[in-house]
């Protein structure tokens, strides 16, 4: 990190809030600027090598996985690993799984923490201090530490091996009221006085005003929401028994158990288990690097 | 928490919070019970899978319960002595620590530099932010599996890649003094992403004109990331470190996909002893207790932190 060279001077005072190229102007390359990108691809093409490796596995004859020394490129690559494994038919099972557990968590955590977050922004009642302090209080209990507990209420309610088990338990996101808090907090009042003057309501206030305005925030905790809930391990691990039910995670840590050292086929289902989110991530790609951001500094 | 639903201020009260607000608000605020509809369905969700799991969980602390069922006996303070003199339990606590001693000035310092490279070689941006934060979006078991069969002593990239030059590799996750290293060099390829965004969004919002200035003035690069860049970052960096310190504690779900806690318990985190104890010894009483022990360490660690934070904000 240390190696990083100094930039020739146009490209530092560049369009900051663009992250996109400036418009093509011509420049020379000094040798810093040679220099530094030539680090920052070096960088970044390291940092590619484990998903790359992983693909050149998975595209090889089971037999030549364990060659050595391991080439990159196979003359005889195949798919025939991918075939084999969504074939089985347990990994589209489990991608359903998590789908469908990572909505519910992402749509019940969105509804709750907005109303509560609305309701402590705006709305006085008896308590409010005290129920806040206690929401926030919530932000330091780890949760891994009550995963026995958690576990036998679960077996009292029967939830064991179902969606709403893998599901409920993650929708407590106390960090999240907080940051909506804030974030509510900041929009001027003189904006829902419109609204309140024609007649709305509390809720359509928060429909028709909020919402409108908070839409970046909104993205942001969705995202980290989906991306948390979709890659949560320990949780469903502990709650999922039965193989049909368990999500992409724990059912393909299951995996190197049942393919053994059929390597190609395990890089496979790797590949396979990363390319949800990795499309996610490519399509809201804006929306993840402003919501860290706003989340993160401003938030 | 309900009891406080049963008094509502009169309407028009403009309790203590709402003193500072504009005046067309207050003779507009709604009734005190509207506000307590909106926090009431998170608070249900709170007090169910959160509040009521910590209160029960700290009575089974008390007790032999056991998760193959049978009966349930008080047993006073037999497990909260035995998960504190047990010397597993402090083996566990100190791979944690290790752990955090390790991962967190790396996951620092490695998202300072690829910020700053990022920041610098501006035209790469959006393919420098893909490479660097995609990662951060794979489920750890993707994770834990491709690094683990890079890892693999006799057929992975890494030791067959050196054994091209003719170096025998390290054994990596199978022994012991490579094995939490290993984890961490994986870790940080795997999160550093989140905080390579946080200090590229606080390096980009360094107004320019600052840099300009500088600039005129005659500093250099590396006297404008020294003097400017790196000063204006103190805040984030303080914010990260809290961040990452917390995050680290917890660690738990890569350590054992990829060692299992091995070899020889070398890596078994807390969280897998508090597993290991509930779940595979049965023993919810003890694994509670432990889980306590550890709760309480963990807390203490992020108010501390946050008071020192708090502090150099002011």
């Known amino acids: 990190?240390?190696?990083?060279?100094?930039?020739?001077?146009?490209?530092?005072?560049?369009?900051?809030?663009?992250?996109?190229?400036?418009?093509?102007?011509?420049?020379?390359?000094?040798?810093?600027?040679?220099?530094?990108?030539?680090?920052?691809?070096?960088?970044?093409?390291?940092?590619?090598?484990?998903?790359?490796?992983?693909?050149?596995?998975?595209?090889?004859?089971?037999g030549e996985t364990t060659v050595m020394p391991p080439s990159w490129l196979s003359a005889n690559a195949t798919f025939e690993a991918y075939?084999?494994?969504?074939?089985?038919?347990?990994?589209?099972?489990?991608?359903?799984?998590?789908?469908?557990?990572?909505?519910?968590?992402?749509?019940?955590?969105?509804?709750?923490?907005?109303?509560?977050?609305?309701?402590?922004?705006?709305?006085?009642?008896?308590?409010?201090?005290?129920?806040?302090?206690?929401?926030?209080?919530?932000?330091?209990?780890?949760?891994q530490t009550l995963i026995v507990p958690q576990f036998?209420?679960?077996?009292?309610?029967?939830?064991?091996?179902?969606?709403?088990?893998?599901?409920?338990?993650?929708?407590?996101?106390?960090?999240?009221?907080?940051?909506?808090?804030?974030?509510?907090?900041?929009?001027?009042?003189?904006?829902?006085?419109?609204a309140r003057l024609d007649g709305a309501g509390p809720l359509r206030v928060l429909w028709s005003v909020i919402l409108p305005l908070s839409r970046p925030i909104l993205t942001a905790v969705g995202i980290f929401t989906f991306i948390g809930a979709w890659n949560n391990f320990l949780w469903p691990f502990i709650v999922v028994n039965d193989p049909e039910m368990m999500t992409l995670p724990v059912g393909l840590g299951t995996a190197v158990g049942q393919y053994g050292i059929q390597y190609a086929q395990v890089m496979a289902s790797a590949v396979l288990g990363a390319i949800p989110l990795l499309v996610v991530f490519l399509l809201f790609q804006r929306h993840i690097v402003t919501g860290v951001a706003g989340a993160g500094i401003k938030g | 928490m309900t009891q406080n639903t049963h008094a509502p201020a009169p309407r028009t009260a403009p309790g203590p919070a709402a003193a500072p607000r504009g005046l067309v608000d207050v003779r507009r605020r709604p009734s005190s019970w509207t506000g307590l509809w909106f926090v009431l369905p998170f608070l249900a969700f709170y007090a169910l899978f959160l509040l009521w799991p910590a209160v029960v969980g700290f009575g089974y602390t008390f007790t032999d319960r056991s998760l193959a069922g049978g009966d349930v006996s008080f047993v006073g303070l037999d497990n909260w002595t035995e998960s504190l003199t047990?010397?597993?339990?402090?083996?566990?606590?100190?791979?944690?620590?290790?752990?955090?001693?390790?991962?967190?000035?790396?996951?620092?310092?490695?998202?300072?530099?690829?910020?700053?490279?990022?920041?610098?070689?501006?035209?790469?941006?959006?393919?420098?932010?893909?490479?660097?934060?995609?990662?951060?979006?794979?489920?750890?078991?993707?994770?834990?599996?491709?690094?683990?069969?890079?890892?693999?002593?006799?057929?992975?990239?890494?030791?067959?890649?050196?054994?091209?030059?003719?170096?025998?590799?390290?054994?990596?996750?199978?022994?012991?003094?490579t094995a939490m290293?290993?984890?961490?060099?994986?870790?940080?390829?795997?999160?550093?992403?989140?905080?390579?965004?946080?200090?590229?969004?606080?390096?980009?919002?360094?107004?320019?004109?600052?840099?300009?200035?500088?600039?005129?003035?005659?500093?250099?690069?590396?006297?404008?990331?020294?003097?400017?860049?790196?000063?204006?970052?103190?805040?984030?960096?303080?914010?990260?470190?809290?961040?990452?310190?917390?995050?680290?504690?917890?660690?738990?779900?890569?350590?054992?996909?990829?060692?299992?806690?091995?070899?020889?318990?070398?890596?078994?985190?807390?969280?897998?002893?508090?597993y290991d104890s509930g779940f595979v010894g049965l023993r919810i009483g003890l694994a509670s207790s432990m889980a306590y022990v550890f709760m309480v360490l963990i807390i203490a660690a992020?108010?501390?932190q946050f008071r020192l934070f708090s502090r150099k904000e002011g």
């Open chain 1, 152 to 194: 036998v209420l679960m077996t009292q309610l029967g939830l064991v091996d179902t969606y709403w088990g893998v599901a409920l338990p993650q929708v407590v996101a106390p960090v999240f009221v907080f940051i909506l808090k804030r974030f509510f907090d900041a929009i001027p009042r003189d904006y829902e006085d419109a």
């Open chain 2, 181 to 274: 290293f290993s984890v961490v060099v994986a870790t940080a390829w795997w999160q550093v992403g989140f905080n390579y965004l946080l200090y590229l969004a606080a390096m980009q919002s360094i107004p320019k004109d600052v840099y300009e200035a500088a600039a005129i003035d005659g500093a250099g690069a590396w006297q404008r990331i020294g003097r400017i860049t790196l000063p204006m970052l103190t805040r984030t960096t303080a914010l990260i470190a809290v961040l990452q310190l917390i995050g680290s504690l917890r660690v738990f779900e890569q350590i054992y996909l990829m060692t299992s806690g091995g070899p020889n318990f070398a890596t078994r985190t807390v969280i897998q002893y508090i």
């Open chain 2, 86 to 177: 047990d010397s597993a339990m402090y083996d566990s606590l100190w791979n944690t620590l290790w752990f955090t001693v390790l991962s967190v000035p790396v996951m620092v310092l490695l998202a300072l530099g690829l910020a700053l490279l990022t920041d610098h070689a501006r035209r790469l941006g959006w393919f420098l932010r893909l490479s660097f934060f995609a990662p951060f979006v794979l489920p750890v078991t993707v994770m834990t599996l491709i690094w683990g069969w890079m890892y693999n002593p006799s057929l992975g990239l890494f030791n067959g890649t050196l054994g091209r030059f003719g170096i025998e590799g390290p054994e990596w996750l199978f022994s012991e003094d």
């Open chain 1, 1 to 62: 990190m240390a190696t990083s060279t100094p930039p020739a001077p146009r490209t530092a005072q560049g369009p900051a809030t663009t992250p996109r190229p400036a418009a093509p102007r011509r420049r020379r390359w000094s040798a810093g600027s040679v220099a530094l990108y030539t680090v920052a691809t070096l960088a970044a093409l390291i940092w590619f090598v484990p998903l790359l490796w992983a693909f050149a596995t998975s595209v090889k004859p089971e």
């Open chain 1, 83 to 143: 075939a084999l494994v969504l074939g089985r038919g347990d990994i589209v099972r489990w991608t359903m799984n998590s789908l469908i557990t990572t909505v519910i968590v992402t749509v019940l955590t969105l509804v709750i923490c907005v109303l509560a977050a609305y309701g402590f922004s705006r709305f006085d009642f008896r308590g409010r201090p005290g129920l806040f302090a206690l929401v926030i209080g919530g932000i330091l209990i780890p949760p």
């Open chain 2, 302 to 304: 992020s108010i501390a």
